[in-house]
């Protein structure tokens, strides 16, 4: 019997939307709109206190087994581009990495248990790919990000996966709506049937900003769009302003999701437009960070790309701090 999937689109929902780096905007609060207009025009990067995530009693995707992803690349992304976010991936599980490191700074979620004292866990997986030349065309609503999910699962790309994050990664000529406006990505989740099983898919977004916004999602490896021009962009760890742009945002997501995977998980405000994991701490990455400052980070001698984890094949990326649940503080690696 062929599998049939059933996606209700929640428009209005929660759709737990990536701050953007700079300003910690988010599509459907009003509430962070306000708290944007009366702050200084960069203050969103660094809180004034410390937020404090409050557990709603729901579903993490706690361990022992994997997180597993799978990767829908919308439109053009060349093997190099690619192959960043494969060894991003792919260094989670690296624990031979000597901190600090991707799987140093995903150790964070141990600090985020379940109702049964559950860990999300601590192992992430990469369980498929699959490419999509544009088949939706170049301009994308949110609604046509479970679409395209949707038609991945039941053409049988990918498997109906309770434990999967479907990740679609669209390429820097694609346009999503509020992409640049007030997101660099979001995720929500689906149901789904096949046969007399009911489950509930979890999907998320995230942009290439390189040609749309880079100021914006890819900031500090761009002069901020808004605010002081006159400092000077990091140089990017992987020579692609874009590509580590996107890590930052998928970082971001991943860290939502399995604290936050179907909106009664770890988050503060409102549910539709929460403060998770790391989006609590958004525009942090080094000690010392404040607002236009991303704080105190390594600096590789050879390229002077400006970093704070390692991964496999001996990449560099920027991380974002994380939200630590047993000092209730933003943390940063380095």
Known sequence: MALRILFAFKLMKHIATICCIIFGLTAQSSEATKHFLHSRKLAAIVPSTSPILDYHNGALLAGPRAVNIYLLWYGTFSPAQKSVVNDFLSSFNARSEAPPSVSSWWKTTDGYKDESKSAVSNLV?????????YSLAKNLKRADIASLVEQAVSSSAFPADPRGIYLVLTADDVFVEDFCMNSCGFHDHASASSGNNNTRLIYAWVGNPATQCPGLCAWPFAIPQFGSQLGKALVSPNNDVGMDGMVMNIATILAGTATNPFDDGYFQGDARAPLEAVSACTGMFGKGAYPGYPGSLLVDKSSGASYNAKGV??????????????????????
């Open 125 to 133: 997986a990469i369980s498929g790919q699959s490419t999509n030349d």
């Open 313 to 334: 094949n001996e990449r560099m990326f920027l991380l974002p701090a994380m939200w630590d649940p047993s000092s209730a503080t933003c943390i940063t690696l380095s």
